[in-house]
Nanobody, 116 residues
């Protein structure tokens, strides 16, 4: 199983970024996917979840209305569109899949920095 995130970077407050997570090594279309983030000195927190078909999505209250999780099962990729970014969104963002061969898998993370 491999998860590779991309799309992070430095953005000004109010700006947007789109993160991608390319998955391989498992049947992507059969698994729920999640995005987490971890700010410096803080615990990792769940940001967004999407069902295997994309029909169900949920968000942390801190990002609801600003972030959108989506997936393309033909491309084995999950996305996180982040709009109206705030300095408090600064963190390393990770994608996650759970339950593949009874294990959790994580990507290497992508840094998002929101600063003027």
């Amino acid at each position: 199983v491999q998860l590779v995130e991309s799309g992070g970077g430095l953005v000004q407050p109010g700006g947007s970024l789109r993160l991608s997570c390319a998955a391989s090594g498992f049947t992507f279309s059969q698994y729920l996917m999640r995005w987490y983030r971890q700010a410096s000195g803080k615990e990792r927190e769940l940001v967004a979840t999407i069902s295997s078909t994309g029909g169900a999505r949920s968000y942390a209250s801190s990002v609801k209305g600003r972030f959108t999780i989506s997936r393309d099962n033909n491309k084995n990729t999950v996305y996180l569109q982040m709009n109206s970014l705030k300095p408090e969104d600064t963190a390393v963002y990770y994608c996650n899949v759970a339950g593949v061969s009874k294990s959790d898998y994580w990507g290497q993370g992508t840094q998002v920095t929101v600063s003027s």
